[in-house]
């Protein structure tokens, strides 16, 4: 399980990330929570986690100086940022002390699972000759029995099978089944355990797998056929989830 602290001085916002998360289907724990800086450089060093989810403009003691604090004495976390867009300049800061991922607030559904799957996946790119997922394969596996879902899931995911190389969103789904679409998001996650954004991307890169084992399809023809119309941008997803990229894991097969 990775380790997870998170530091963000809104309570609210704070409460919702802990309590909306579903750490464990991530393979994470929640070890630690704080509500600035450094609060957070205290637990950071007293917990050493492996990943630390902050807001960047904090009282007493900003996100950036905090991560700055934390590199000068060695550490090895990972961190996700959050910032508003009028704190942007602040994101900047981070990045150049190697921050792996920013999101920007208000979070969109989905938005931080992913950015932790990409995170964990990056981390241990399989070495041997065999191709396994970086992520759990089990928080891969999409082989669902479509008899145990409620009647607006399963429509969801027939409507995702016949339209993911469209540009579609939960909003699309939810507008062809004419219900709202914070329901439509709260019974996909807890149905299939995947919010909707994460499903698709899983799909597509899925699918792109199987694509790629016939040695003799183009990277830029399989970014097509499974949605992407940027293939730098089909491959970086690829490879954030898979562990390697599409080129290395088509090799694979030759």
């Known amino acids: 399980m990775y380790r997870v602290i998170l530091v963000e001085d809104e309570s609210v916002v704070r409460k919702g990330i802990a309590l909306t998360t579903d750490w464990t289907a991530l393979g994470c724990e929640l070890i630690g929570e704080a509500a600035n800086g450094e609060e957070g450089l205290t637990l950071s060093l ?95 596996s999409m082989d669902f029995n479509p008899d145990s879902f409620s009647r607006y899931v399963q429509e969801a995911l027939l409507f995702i099978s016949h339209h993911y190389i469209e540009d579609i969103n939960i909003s699309t789904i939810s507008r062809h089944l004419e219900i709202s679409e914070g329901y439509l998001s709260r019974i996909f996650k807890k149905e299939t355990g995947y919010t909707f954004s994460n499903y698709l991307i899983f799909y597509r890169i899925k699918l792109a797998m199987k694509l790629l084992e016939n040695c003799r399809v183009k990277i830029y023809e399989v970014a097509d056929q499974v949605g992407y119309s940027d293939t730098a941008y089909f491959s970086v997803q690829f490879k954030k989830i898979v562990g390697i990229s599409p080129s290395e894991y088509q090799d694979r097969y030759q």
């Open 46 to 140: 007293q917990l050493n986690p492996d990943i630390v989810i902050t807001d960047v403009k904090m009282p007493r003691m900003d996100g950036v100086e905090m991560i700055k604090k934390l590199r000068d004495t060695g550490s090895l976390s990972k961190f996700i940022i959050l910032t508003a867009h009028g704190d942007f300049k602040y994101a900047q800061s981070a990045l150049r002390l190697g921050v792996s991922d920013y999101l920007l607030k208000p979070l969109k559904d989905g938005d931080l699972e992913q950015s932790i799957a990409q995170l964990i996946a990056a981390q241990s790119p399989p070495s041997s000759k065999e191709p396994p997922p970086g992520l759990n394969p089990e928080i891969f």
